[in-house]
């Protein structure tokens, strides 16, 4: 099974960028659907986007779509991004990137493989 780690959250103004990256210890591309979460202060863990295993469809929360890109290096085979533009203090959070050998799905219990998160602030 494949180790997940994720980098690259820290303070942001609202309006700003930030770009996620999830490294495997494995070949991600081909074996894995992937998937980014996240959880607000007090929230339950919520979907954010994911990518199949094979084809590279991807999927969005509504509260993601026009302002997220996720994108897999289909070069090293293991690493995942999330660029994450016009912040707004709603995104503030932990980031989890998760993995799944079948398809991408909204719900995390189907999800058994994990990264211990990253923070993502977003000043207003």
């Known amino acids: 099974q494949a180790q997940l780690v994720e980098s690259g959250g820290g303070l942001v103004q609202a309006g700003g960028s930030l770009r996620l990256s999830c490294t495997a210890s494995?070949?991600?591309?081909?074996?894995?659907?992937m998937a980014w979460f996240r959880r607000a202060p007090g929230k339950d863990r919520e979907f954010v986007a994911g990518v199949s295993r094979n084809n590279n469809a991807t999927s969005y929360a509504d509260s993601a779509k026009g302002r997220f890109t996720l994108t897999r290096d289909n070069t090293h085979y293991n690493t995942m991004y999330l660029q994450m533009n016009s912040l707004t203090p709603e995104d503030t959070g932990v980031y989890y990137c998760?993995?799944?050998?079948?398809?991408?799905?909204?719900?995390?219990?189907?999800?058994?493989?994990w990264g211990p998160g990253t923070q993502v602030t977003v000043a207003s």
């Open positions: 494995a070949r991600i591309v081909g074996n894995y659907a």
């Open positions: 998760a993995a799944n050998r079948y398809d991408v799905k909204a719900d995390p219990a189907q999800y058994k493989q």
